[in-house]
């Protein structure tokens, strides 16, 4: 029996299955976790950080390997798949080159003598429950800080990405980690929460859907447990001015097709001031309908499928219910198998469902505002709270409107602008956690303070 299978979503071609593992593989996977933790954590750190800069280098050696598996497992075109195996490796690397500034203590400013310093220390093994839509990425910005910090990593993939999640268990051994220093489970839902609840494992992070979060939290509350939650978002798009209309739908473009529409903090709502709103709608929409689903294998292709038949009906049905309940399509709402157009919505108003969800595909909705305050409270009217753009050539403005924005992350004037330096992370049901940039290695440490007399 197993959950986890290789479905090409291109074909529908099972292509491999592997075993969920049994009660008995689970806990020799935290025992190794365990054992490895007490050896790993009093490892000094500069040879930490050297086995984890030759885990960014084997990514590089093993890329073109990775990214055709990420391709054959959730359907990325091949060139978005080599580029997030490189942006995995630079991930990796940064904490490797910040390893001492991580792990350095911070001294603080004390009333009395003597002194007092900030120590961070590891907490022990970890559990990552990662999604199948960055298979190398989300490992990549998970794994890498808490093995800098000397922490251990047991790694749940998503069950359609198995391939995947073993080619980068031999990345991680072959570096030079010690045995149980990344190991990877092909759990199930029932064995991931006895994983959390083991007394061995003093943590868990959780990138995916809301319901995801929401009962992997619940476990962890159970058994006191850190937990971070990196969740779904339906981030907004806000343009209110801008010297180059036809730069901005191509940005606009960029931002809802990356990764065939399933990033969690793709541009999703399009909120755009009424005096542009009619050129930019015009624009956005022909440039969308130029792009056609085609074969992910293909070097030039921009869109792929939807990462399975599920993904697709589910949104086939987000669209349908859209229409039935007064939503305009502008272009596209179809599909073939998997294969999905890119779709524009108008005329979505509060009552409608799709106003408050998240539309995970090549979709997109546009509304029209009067201006700056109308934008803000339309971009704010979400339970999710994950990244924002806002499009403006007043400089004042995009202050403004990115004080006013309540999310996790504000780009003005450009997309697709993530970088390892920089912390990722959203607020409300989008999130409460960052990782990347230095802030990830404060998700799952021990802030020991060392208070010493005069």
């Keep these: 029996m197993t959950d986890y299978a290789v479905v090409n979503p291109a074909t529908g071609q099972t292509l491999a299955t592997y075993d969920t593992f ?56 091949i060139a978005a798949a080599v580029g997030e195996v490189d942006f995995a490796a630079d991930i990796i690397e940064f904490y490797a080159d910040n390893a001492e500034k991580i792990t350095a203590d911070k001294p603080i400013d004390i009333l009395g003598e003597g002194t007092a310093v900030v120590r961070r220390s590891p907490l022990g093994a970890l559990l990552g429950i990662m999604p199948w839509n960055f298979p190398a990425y989300q490992v990549a910005r998970f794994a890498a800080p808490n093995l800098v910090l000397g922490n251990t990593i047991l790694l749940k993939h998503a069950p359609q990405c198995p391939e995947s999640a073993a080619l980068l268990e031999r990345i991680y051994e072959d570096a030079g980690l010690p045995a149980g220093g990344y ?50 978002g339906s981030d907004p798009f806000i343009l209110l001015s801008t010297n180059d209309l036809d730069g901005t739908v191509q940005a606009a473009v960029d931002a809802r097709l990356d990764n065939n529409g399933q990033s969690c903090n793709g541009a999703k709502r399009f909120i755009v001031a009424d005096g542009l709103y009619d050129a930019f709608v015009e624009k956005f929409t022909a440039a969308m309908a130029a792009v056609t689903a085609a074969d992910p294998t293909a070097e030039d292709t921009i869109l792929g499928p939807l990462s399975s038949e599920a993904a697709a009906e589910r949104l086939q049905a987000q669209i349908d219910t859209a229409v039935a309940q007064g939503a305009t399509v502008l272009t596209g709402g179809t ?7 890119p779709t524009v919505l108008a005329d979505v108003t509060s009552a409608m469902d799709v106003y408050r969800e998240e539309l995970f595909g090549p979709a997109a909705v546009v509304y029209r505002v009067a201006g700056e305050d109308e934008a803000v409270a339309l971009a704010n009217d979400t339970s999710y709270g994950l ?40 607020v409300k049901r989008s999130g409460t956690s960052r990782e990347l940039g230095l802030l990830a290695a404060d998700e799952f440490v021990n802030k020991k303070l060392v208070r010493i007399g005069a």
């Design 22 to 77: 049994t009660d008995a593989q689970i806990d020799e996977a935290v025992t190794a976790a365990a054992t490895a933790f007490a050896t790993w954590s009093q490892t000094p750190v500069a040879e930490r950080a050297a086995v984890v800069r030759r885990i960014a280098e084997l990514h590089r050696e093993r890329r073109d390997e990775l990214a055709a598996i990420i391709v054959r497992e959730m359907g990325k075109p």
């Design 183 to 232: 190991v990877n489970v092909y759990a199930s839902n029932e064995q991931a929460a006895a994983i959390i609840a083991d007394p061995r494992v003093q943590g868990v992070s959780v990138t995916g859907s809301e319901r995801a979060g929401a009962a992997v939290a619940e476990v962890a509350g159970r058994n006191l447990k850190k937990v971070a939650l990196e969740l779904g």
């Design 387 to 426: 990244g924002s753009y806002v499009f403006t050539t007043d400089a004042a403005q995009a202050e403004r409107v990115a004080d006013g924005i309540q999310a996790g992350m504000v780009y003005v004037n450009l997309v697709l602008a993530d970088s390892p330096e920089l912390p990722f992370g959203g």
């Design 335 to 341: 599909r073939e198998g998997t294969f999905f157009a």
